[in-house]
């Protein structure tokens, strides 16, 4: 039985089959929408946004397609592959932001649909894609990987409209390059060139593709909009055991798990990330004061509501070996550090932060020629709503559904049956149930 990922996609195959350009698609610029062909992505958005995940064969996935709503959460029994998900969906940004494929997949046999036997070569791979819709309308993209004996691309796609811009094969599987093919629309009608294996071809276009024809310039706005609606992904996975350490004061990029939850605050409340000094607040010690600005108050908010007991501040603590701890205020008494919080509470207000302050610039974004104003961020939260309750779960709901309203946040995340129910009755929430 041929191995999935590696036939069943002509990209992976066949010559490479790149025409002229057509003439009857819109000419766009860098923030005009392109009529009814985008009809999924608005000026709301800051800039283009994956619309809809492709998990043709991935993991427990076969013919998987995931409509992708400004907050989404994902349901479903154990095993049917939720996470596995939200786990393409970070791949394919971790590509797209320029990492090689061993990087991106640590155990890629592990990526292989269960049950897949190998060609006659000892093949096997998987396969998964993505729309990105934008400026230039929906554009889409299929990548076929193969697992084993070694990993490798051995097919890439880019279309627009039922078009393809450019497009991979694997042709001799003793090199490690693929015969990669797009668009120029000049005396020469198409350009072949050699791409490594081990890089998402798409991601190398800006650098390749010179722009000179109208061909190169539909190639280039394809795979620019592909590229920057996939990267500004951020996977949060709170872990309380790990927020309730105290961390040196600096960075203020929020971490997977949450660990540096303390630095973050701090840093906001220095000005770095997007709050402001209120003054310093109560205790013997305490350098570091409870943080202000509109964001941070709806943060106070919010812990209030989540927490057993009532919360006035949310603020940090420098410590004597220079450390610093976040704790929350209790009216006129100490503030409460963090560590004494229970694992729901401290889940909870992980969330709330990467919902209201987000996840900070990346450093890989410092050179980009995309200003952040022009990205929307995905938030990729594995078990939303894991050790919370009721209340909790419906609070972060709502401040979801109020952030990505806004247009410069979605959330992507997994949640339980009880998660979901909520999530039905929450205005603009859309829930995929990935069960049978």
């Known amino acids: ?60 996935h076969r013919g998987t397609v995931v409509p992708l709503a400004p907050l989404t959460l994902l349901t479903g029994p ?61 554009v889409r993209l299929e990548l076929a990987v193969q697992a084993e004996p070694t990993l490798r691309i051995v097919g890439e796609r880019l279309t627009r409209a039922g078009e393809t811009l450019f497009s991979t094969a694997l042709r001799d599987p003793g090199r490690p390059t693929l015969q990669a093919a797009w668009q120029t629309a000049d005396e020469l009608p198409v350009t072949r060139e050699r791409l490594p294996d081990d890089r998402l071809g798409t991601a190398l276009l800006p650098l390749r593709v010179a722009g000179r024809t109208p061909g190169q310039l539909q190639v280039l706005a394809a ?39 303390a630095a973050v605050l701090h840093a906001a409340h220095n000005g770095h990330g997007g709050g402001g000094a209120s003054g310093q607040g109560p205790g013997g010690g305490y350098a570091g004061g409870y943080v202000s600005g509109r964001r941070h108050a709806r943060l106070v908010a919010l812990a209030d509501a989540g927490c057993a007991r009532p919360v006035t501040g949310v603020g940090v603590e420098r410590l004597a070996d220079g450390l610093v701890r976040a704790l929350v205020a209790r009216g006129d008494g100490p503030g409460t550090p963090l560590e004494r919080l229970g694992d729901g509470e401290l889940r909870y207000l992980a969330l709330a932060v990467a919902l209201l302050m987000g996840p900070g610039a990346d450093p890989a974004d410092a050179v980009s020629e995309v200003p952040s104003a022009l990205q929307t961020r995905t938030l990729l939260a594995d078990g939303f709503d894991r050790d919370l309750d009721g209340r909790q779960t419906r609070e972060l709901l709502a401040e979801a559904a109020s952030t990505v309203a806004a247009g410069r946040v979605r959330l992507l995340g997994t949640v339980t049956e009880a998660g979901a129910a909520r999530a039905r009755v929450t205005a603009g929430a859309a829930v995929v149930d990935l069960g049978p």
Request: hydrophobic content about 35%; proline content about 13%; some cysteine.
């Open 1 to 60: 039985m041929t191995a999935p990922g590696l036939r069943a996609d002509p990209a992976c195959t066949d010559p490479p089959r790149v025409g002229p350009p057509r003439t009857d698609l819109p000419r766009t610029g860098p923030l005009e929408p392109s009529g009814s062909d985008s009809g999924r992505w608005s000026k709301r958005c800051a800039g283009p946004v994956v619309t809809e995940l492709r998990l043709s064969a991935f993991a427990a």
């Open 78 to 138: 154990s095993g049917s592959g939720a996470s596995s998900v939200l786990r393409a969906y970070e791949a394919l940004s971790r590509l797209a932001a320029g990492a090689s494929l061993d990087e991106v997949f640590p155990d890629p046999a592990g990526c292989v649909p269960e049950g897949a036997a190998a060609d006659g070569q000892r093949r096997r791979g998987f396969r998964i894609g993505c729309t990105a819709d934008g400026p230039a309308g929906p």
């Open 223 to 261: 795979a620019e909009q592909l590229v920057v609606a996939l990267r500004p992904a951020f996977g949060c996975e709170p872990l309380p055991h790990r927020m309730r350490t105290p961390v040196p004061p600096s960075g203020s990029r929020l971490r997977r798990d949450c660990g540096n939850l």
